[in-house]
């Protein structure tokens, strides 16, 4: 989950505040803005989330790594960012705060065979960025995401609704692939089909990075209606 450290708030995205313990909040530094992930480990997506929102489960912080790649306040190169936030954070080190390693590419099929090896240990794929650019918040021609998808089809079973500005809309489709395995799809919708999406027993197609240990597709996204025969 993405967390942004000001100094003396971790918040996500949107800009809501997370509650960490104190001890977790002392292994950052106070004059230094971060950016980075909250995670756990692969396919345990749903554990961290539980642990980051949920203000009853303070000892289970434990669990979770800041893995820092960026520091949006520092007006230099990124490679110059990256060796600013090496060094800061190895002043207090600790398995809960960590510096993300980067690689130079070489050529695409050096991209191509890094990524293979996230999608085999169960990523979702690799963020590409000029070593020289500036710190930018969002994709653009200098930060680019690498993924590689397979699509299929499966049949809608339920509708969720979803929160905060789609409170009244709908949250995620409920699914049943062809194998029988029961999973959500939330993401690849516009408004319009949030607030019209494909009815009980329709059959849609989406977009998927490989299977988890139990069957459900990874990252699944909404592409269409089925339109086949």
Known sequence: MRGF??????YSRNGNAFHPPAWFKDLLPKDLALDGELWTKRDDFQNAISIIKNGNKLAEWKQI??????????DMPFEKRLEVIKKRLAENPS?????????????????????????????????????????????SALLLKVKKFEDTEATVIGHARGEGRCWNMLGALEMRGDNGVEFKIGSGFDDKQRRKPPKIGSRVTYKFQGLTKDGKPRFPIFMRIYAGM
């Open 95 to 139: 398995v809960n705060v960590q510096y993300h390693a980067h690689k130079r590419c070489r050529d695409k099929a050096h991209l191509l065979e890094e990524t293979d090896k996230i999608l085999a240990a169960g990523g979702e794929g690799m963020m590409v960025k000029d070593p020289n650019c500036k710190y930018e918040s969002r994709r």
């Open 65 to 74: 790594t800041y893995m820092v790649y960026d520091a949006p306040l520092l």
């Open 5 to 10: 450290w000001n100094g003396s708030t971790l």
